[in-house]
């Protein structure tokens, strides 16, 4: 009588910007439950995650991460209005200094990325190739960072079309998935009116200027593209408040109606719609939040006995 195959369990790391640090505190409490996926795939900063993870990669990168402060989230940061605000050159530029850019096939645990086609909004698989240019292409937020020109394509973020890309797991050889969506709290979000990132006064340099004032020097700049507001108008959020916060309602409603259809085991959903789009240097508060919800849904995971 042959012994029964034990499922392989794929870990699906979901879009939304810095939220996107708590995926290192999911995966750390899913080890110390004694699981460890077979196989991961992620979208956008979950793609980042996720590539760190499958390398095994994780521990330097979270040590890298719990060290970003404002200056250093602010130094990655080159503009360029080509496509889009950042053209995301320094950032990758820093990865392949520091980390090992294998080819996707060969990292040691399989691993994928989304990315989305811009000329035919077509969903795309990066299984092979550079690690590194897989996960560039998939975190291109419109408008945020320049498209990544593949062949005769060009990708931006996958989240677009799979902001939880449960499917793509399944396609690995998932027979169970544990999924990490980062927008489950984020409709009703109140439109805040564009609070930057502050330097706390202890990493402040005596007679240096906040590094939140380049995102404010931004918008005034923008702003003045706009037509004056007359005294009695409402003041409206800004361009890209309204932007990021479009885009986070289409990725919500479109992981809504992919989980539906196609539903995980599993779905982990830290809670951090109070985190902005930049708070990079917040990891510490993402990563606990991450450990949190694997607890809120710890029943679950021993229902599935793997």
Not at 108 to 128: C, D, H, I, K, Y
Request: contains cysteine; negative net charge; glycine residues 10%.
């Amino acid at each position: 009588m042959s012994t029964p195959r034990k499922p392989r369990i794929g870990l699906v790391l979901g879009s939304g910007s810095a939220r996107g640090w708590s995926h290192i505190g999911v995966i750390r409490a899913l080890e110390e439950a004694g699981i460890k996926p077979d196989l991961v795939c992620g979208t956008s900063i979950g793609a980042l995650v996720g590539a760190a993870y499958a390398a095994g990669d994780l521990d330097r990168f979270e040590q890298w991460v719990l060290g970003l402060r404002i200056r250093e989230v602010v130094s990655f940061m080159d503009v360029g209005l080509g496509g889009g605000l950042l053209k995301g050159e320094k950032l990758m530029d820093f990865f392949r200094r520091n980390f090992s850019d294998r080819p996707l096939e060969n990292l040691p645990m399989p691993f994928a990325a989304v990315a989305t086609s811009l000329q035919n909004g077509a969903e795309v698989w990066l299984r092979q190739g550079s690690t590194i240019d897989a996960v560039r292409a998939s975190i291109a937020l419109p408008g945020l960072f320049t498209p990544v020109r593949q062949d005769r394509a060009l990708l931006v973020d996958g989240g677009l079309v799979n902001p939880v890309p449960v499917s793509l797991a399944r396609a690995m050889g998932a027979d169970v998935m544990i999924a990490v969506d980062l927008g489950s709290d984020m409709l009703g979000r109140h439109l805040d009116r564009d609070a930057p990132p502050e330097m706390p006064e202890g990493e402040r340099e005596e007679g240096a200027e906040n590094n939140g004032d380049w995102w404010r020097r931004l918008q005034d700049n923008l702003a003045t593209m706009m037509p004056a507001r007359s005294a009695d108008e409402v003041e409206m959020p800004s361009m890209l408040n309204v932007l990021t916060s479009s885009i986070n309602v289409m990725q919500v409603r479109i992981a809504r109606s992919r989980m539906a259809g196609e539903p995980p085991d599993i779905v982990v959903a830290p809670r951090l719609a109070h985190f902005g789009l930049l708070d990079f240097h917040r990891a510490q508060e993402a990563i606990d939040e991450g450990r949190r919800a694997v607890e809120r849904i710890a029943h679950n995971l021993s229902a599935l006995g793997v």
